[in-house]
């Protein structure tokens, strides 16, 4: 069974920054989508960023130039680099798998098949 556990969230205050890793166990697809998906208490699931297996990023306009995806193969690790923060990126955090490759519609519906347990981002203004 696949396996998302992240780490890395915690307080900051506006303008910091935070570095969110994602550990990926017993992922037997050959091809992937992985990003982050938040949520926030009282709203919708709303899809952050994503990377595909062949590198391709796509980031919601509300992370761009703040945020980026990268991944580690090596480490079969999953990361997203967080500056700038904003009281308004206050969520909980998930780290999310799948083997399609249609990241920009999976990030757009939150629509992946692999869920991580979620990391809470606090940003105090």
């Known amino acids: 069974q696949v396996q998302l556990v992240e780490s890395g969230g915690g307080s900051v205050q506006a303008g910091g920054s935070l570095t969110l890793s994602c550990t990926v166990a017993?992922?037997?697809?050959?091809?992937?989508?992985m990003g982050w998906i938040r949520q926030a208490p009282g709203l919708e699931r709303e899809g952050v960023a994503s990377?595909?297996?062949?590198?391709?990023?796509h980031y919601a306009e509300f992370v761009k130039g703040r945020f980026t995806v990268s991944q580690d193969n090596a480490k079969n690790t999953v990361n997203l680099q967080m500056n700038s923060l904003k009281p308004e990126d206050t969520a909980t955090y998930y780290c999310?798998?799948?083997?399609?490759?249609?990241?920009?519609?999976?990030?757009?519906?939150?629509?992946?098949?692999?869920w991580g347990q979620g990391t809470q981002v606090t940003v105090s203004s």
């Open positions: 017993d992922y037997k697809h050959s091809t992937f989508c």
């Open positions: 990377i595909a297996s062949y590198g391709r990023t």
């Open positions: 999310v798998a799948d083997p399609r490759l249609a990241c920009e519609r999976l990030l757009r519906h939150a629509d992946f098949r692999y």
